[in-house]
């Protein structure tokens, strides 16, 4: 049971380890390895999570006002379900 629901987790973790493990072999050989790999990781990631952080700001901000309730469409949905639980 715990496989099935945190096997994908694991598989990824396991695949992002040996991707990043493999990155720092091939720059090794490549020489400074562990300067070149800092610096690129350290690159990397920091665009990554500017994207990340921009995303989320803009799929926040927009998701509250495009997908706002109106009191009538709640006064609608209310009634419906009073309807329903009446029979």
Known sequence: MHMRRWGAVYLLVAMFLGSWVGQYAFQVVE????NLFLSATF??????FLQLA????????LA????????DDMQR??????DLLKR
């Open 54 to 61: 921009v995303q989320g700001i803009l799929i926040v901000g």
């Open 43 to 48: 690159e990397n990631w920091q665009s990554e």
């Open 77 to 82: 949905l209310e009634s419906k379900i009073d």
């Open 31 to 34: 020489g400074d390895g562990w």
């Open 64 to 71: 509250n006002k495009m997908f706002r309730v109106s009191k």
